[in-house]
């Protein structure tokens, strides 16, 4: 049905941005809370520079069938939204969860073993970017947040994360002296103190990814 109504992604199989738009449109409703994440293939034009693009457009299709794969585990809605890019939508959980649905993503496409040299040990890894959508804000509004907190992610040599909506690190690119990115999920939560908020922002971060919420 959504391949008949052109929903559906040509290359990867997945739900395409169309697909996202009648989402958003029709955004159900939940108890709990909804997190909105988007995923970005780390130095994705290296892989296509160096491997081709026919194993470029493999390495999109088996990443995509990570994130949509762990996305659908979880009850959520996942698309490809252009390019490199991913959306998932998490509904009725919380932040610690949602990070470690991000998480699992990160490691099936890291177990996938394929071949990125600008990656970390010459594997394709991914960065990504997620905010929990507010009462008082669209989807959209929601969307945008956690790609600034993409980009925060992918920032060049950053050896911190910046307050942004929350985040998971992407690997360092090979030979730059960059801090541990392993993600380990402790529950440490601390508030940053070198990089006070935004007035009007509370910050919490837990082990590799920091937080805002919209108050």
Same mark, same amino acid.
């Given at each position: 049905?959504?391949? %008949?109504?052109?929903?559906?992604?040509?290359?990867?199989?997945?739900?395409?941005?169309?697909?996202?738009?009648?989402?958003? @449109?029709?955004?159900?409703?939940?108890?709990? &809370?909804?997190? /909105?994440? /988007?995923?970005?293939?780390?130095?994705?034009?290296?892989?296509?520079?160096?491997?081709?693009?026919?194993?470029?457009?493999?390495?999109?299709? #088996? +990443?995509?069938?990570?994130? !949509?794969?762990?996305?659908?585990? =979880?009850?959520?809605?996942?698309?490809?939204?252009?390019?490199?890019?991913?959306?998932?939508?998490?509904?009725?959980?919380?932040?610690?969860?949602?990070?470690?649905?991000?998480?699992?993503?990160?490691? *099936?496409?890291?177990?996938?073993?394929?071949?990125? =040299?600008?990656?970390?040990?010459?594997?394709?890894?991914?960065?990504?970017? !997620? +905010?929990?959508?507010?009462?008082?804000?669209?989807?959209?509004?929601?969307? =945008? *947040? +956690?790609?600034? %907190?993409?980009? *925060?992610?992918?920032?060049? &040599?950053? #050896?911190?994360?910046?307050?942004?909506?929350?985040?998971?690190? #992407?690997?360092? *690119?090979? &030979? #730059?002296?960059?801090?541990?990115?392993?993600? @380990?999920?402790?529950?440490? +939560? @601390?508030?940053?103190?070198? =990089?006070?908020?935004?007035?009007?922002?509370?910050?919490?971060?837990?082990?590799?990814?920091?937080?805002?919420?919209?108050?």
């Amino acid at each position: 049905k959504l391949a %008949a109504a052109g929903m559906t992604d040509g290359l990867t199989g997945i739900p395409n941005r169309n697909a996202m738009d009648k989402y958003f @449109t029709d955004f159900p409703e939940c108890e709990g &809370g909804y997190f /909105i994440a /988007i995923s970005d293939l780390d130095f994705f034009k290296v892989c296509n520079d160096t491997e081709g693009h026919v194993a470029g457009d493999e390495t999109l299709k #088996r +990443a995509a069938k990570c994130i !949509y794969d762990v996305t659908i585990e =979880k009850n959520g809605f996942c698309t490809r939204f252009g390019g490199d890019e991913f959306i998932s939508i998490f509904l009725d959980t919380d932040q610690e969860t949602a990070y470690s649905y991000l998480d699992e993503i990160r490691t *099936r496409i890291e177990k996938e073993g394929l071949k990125n =040299k600008a990656c970390s040990k010459g594997v394709q890894t991914i960065s990504a970017g !997620y +905010a929990e959508k507010q009462k008082d804000e669209s989807p959209s509004e929601a969307l =945008k *947040r +956690a790609e600034k %907190a993409l980009y *925060r992610a992918k920032e060049d &040599g950053a #050896r911190e994360v910046p307050p942004m909506e929350g985040n998971v690190k #992407r690997g360092p *690119r090979v &030979g #730059r002296p960059v801090a541990q990115d392993t993600l @380990t999920g402790e529950a440490a +939560a @601390t508030v940053e103190e070198t =990089k006070p908020a935004p007035v009007g922002k509370s910050v919490g971060t837990i082990d590799d990814f920091t937080m805002e919420k919209k108050i």
